[in-house]
């Protein structure tokens, strides 16, 4: 269902761009790879960004992970223009880390007050569900306060980068917004 890199004779793909943020270590990168490839590679702190072409369902998304150590974050706005299509953020978050989880939500709604994402949709991952302890998506969902966003559409979906478990649905939710204003 997930590949990279599309064959030059697929040529009618609308191209969506998509912005994988998240406070460092949260598992962007792996996710990345994940819809990618469809395995772990394993992976360094990313300074500045990777980005890879995804299609699912004829649909094509232009991947942008971006670095997210404390240093980086004051950059991500510069990846959030040129964007005439609509836009998708992905808030990679990581379900054992409480201790910064308050860091997650100020970023967040940072980035939903920016002028270039007025019309984002976001969906949030829930990562490393399979560690002891984890916070629950319904958890970091009710912390985030999701749902006072009444002016972007948004999902959270709970899932493990490293068996994949769970990011396909995020990917099906995302692709269901195409063409929803």
Same mark, same amino acid.
């Given at each position: *269902? !997930? ?5 030059? @004779?697929? /040529? %009618?793909? #609308? ?7 998240? =406070? ?61 299509? *609509? !836009? ?5 978050? @990581?379900? /054992? %880390?409480? #201790? ?7 970023? =967040? ?18 990562n490393k569900q399979d560690m002891k302890g984890c916070m629950t998506a319904a958890e ?23 068996t994949g478990e769970g990011l396909c649905q995020g990917l099906e939710w995302m692709t ?6």
């Amino acid at each position: *269902m !997930l590949h990279g890199s599309v064959a030059a @004779d697929v /040529i %009618d793909l #609308e191209e969506h761009k998509v912005i994988i943020v998240g =406070l460092d270590n949260a598992g962007k990168t792996t996710i990345l790879y994940q819809f990618l490839m469809n395995e772990v590679v394993h992976t360094s702190p990313t300074i500045g960004s990777n980005v890879e072409e995804i299609v699912v369902k004829n649909t094509h998304f232009l991947m942008w992970d971006i670095g997210g150590q404390e240093s980086l974050r004051s950059s991500w706005n510069t990846y959030y223009s040129n964007t005439e299509k *609509m !836009l998708f953020i992905i808030l990679v978050v @990581d379900s /054992i %880390d409480r #201790e910064r989880l308050a860091i997650t939500k100020e970023e =967040l709604y940072r980035m939903l007050a920016h002028e270039d994402l007025r019309k984002a949709a976001v969906l949030i991952f829930a990562n490393k569900q399979d560690m002891k302890g984890c916070m629950t998506a319904a958890e970091i969902s009710k912390y985030l306060t999701l749902s006072s966003i009444k002016d972007h559409p948004w999902h959270i979906q709970s899932c493990c980068a490293l068996t994949g478990e769970g990011l396909c649905q995020g990917l099906e939710w995302m692709t269901s917004r195409i063409g929803v204003r």
